[in-house]
């Protein structure tokens, strides 16, 4: 089943009794839940297990008003085929939802249930910056930042969105928007930053001769980037840099070789180095990846001792 089918499910008011959820989309997951929990007027109910309110789910007299029961990676239903088969059964008008933060395709479970399973993906930056509009006023280009540095998380967008809607209202001295907060935020390291794309991040910041090279530098690392690797992408970006720099033809792609892209990003860098210096740079980092290569440099210091020497 997928999430289009539940949404006009939810829309007609005709609801299955029992739905497993899964995928990385944990917020959209919960969104989902609150709105079947809105048409049916039916309460949330979280258990550990399903187990824990079976017996009174089969004793029909006993139980006077219907929820929608809601547990999380359910170990003993997931084990008990036979509770699996009476579940629809004993359901009634209540209904099961059963988060699995994982799901194995391989196993029974999926191949018999596979019509109840709603795998949640990420949400598409489209459907991210109009949920983000609709909390804060971000320009597009502040969402789809927001958007990259969580990783199109919903769930942690939102934390963030927190972070900036308390700062706008607890500053007295508040910037003019929400955009403005954004951008403070964000220079004070107060919004997270995922390290893994530290790497890009730092060779701009080497190419464009500012210190945070030092700390992106230790964010590279603590996601265990390969000195070797570091290498590559600033001799591959300062040739780059030094092409566009160098070149005098009015064709920048058909002189050089270069992508649209990659001429793009060369011009954030321009002038910054004379050509020389470039020139010096990549040799510089030739000697280092040979010195590494012949035991003559340290791996472990090698780009400390290209900075010094290049910055």
Not at 19 to 45: H, N
Not at 159 to 176: G, Q, S, V
Not at 246 to 262: M, R, V, Y
Request: one cysteine or more; hydrophobic letters at 40%.
């Amino acid at each position: 089943m997928d999430i289009n089918t539940v949404r006009n499910q939810i829309k007609q008011k005709q609801l299955d009794s029992f739905y497993v959820f899964t995928g990385p989309e944990w917020q959209g997951q919960k969104i989902y839940i609150e709105q079947i929990s809105k048409v049916t007027g039916m309460e949330v109910k979280r258990i550990n297990s399903i187990t824990d309110v079976y017996g009174k789910l089969k004793s029909k007299s006993f139980v006077n008003r219907d929820y929608i029961y809601v547990a999380r990676d359910d170990k003993e239903f997931m084990a008990n085929e036979k509770l699996q088969a009476s579940i629809k059964t004993v359901l009634g008008n209540n209904i099961f939802i059963l988060l699995l933060t994982v799901v194995d395709k391989r196993v029974k479970f999926y191949k018999q249930y596979k019509d109840a399973i709603v795998e949640f993906e990420l949400f598409t930056p489209k459907i991210l910056t109009k949920y983000i509009q609709k909390e804060i006023p971000l320009t597009d280009i502040n969402c789809k930042k927001l958007i990259d540095i969580c990783e199109s998380d919903y769930g942690r967008i939102l934390l963030e969105i927190d972070k900036i809607k308390h700062f706008y209202n607890w500053n007295t001295t508040r910037p003019a928007n929400y955009n403005d907060c954004l951008q403070i935020l964000l220079s004070e390291g107060a919004i997270y930053r995922p390290p893994k794309d530290a790497i890009f991040d730092f060779v701009d910041a080497v190419l464009n001769r500012t210190e945070k090279c030092w700390d992106l530098l230790n964010q590279s690392y603590a996601v265990g980037e390969a000195n070797m690797v570091l290498i590559s992408v600033l001799y591959n970006n300062i040739k780059q840099t030094l092409q566009v720099q160098s070149c005098n033809g009015a064709d920048i792609s058909k002189s050089t070789g270069l992508t649209g892209w990659q001429i793009q990003c060369a011009k954030k860098h321009l002038d910054r180095y004379s050509n020389g210096e470039l020139v010096a740079g990549m040799k510089l980092l030739q000697e280092i990846e040979s010195g590494i290569k012949t035991g003559k440099i340290e791996d472990e210091i090698s780009i400390e001792y290209f900075l010094v020497n290049f910055l």
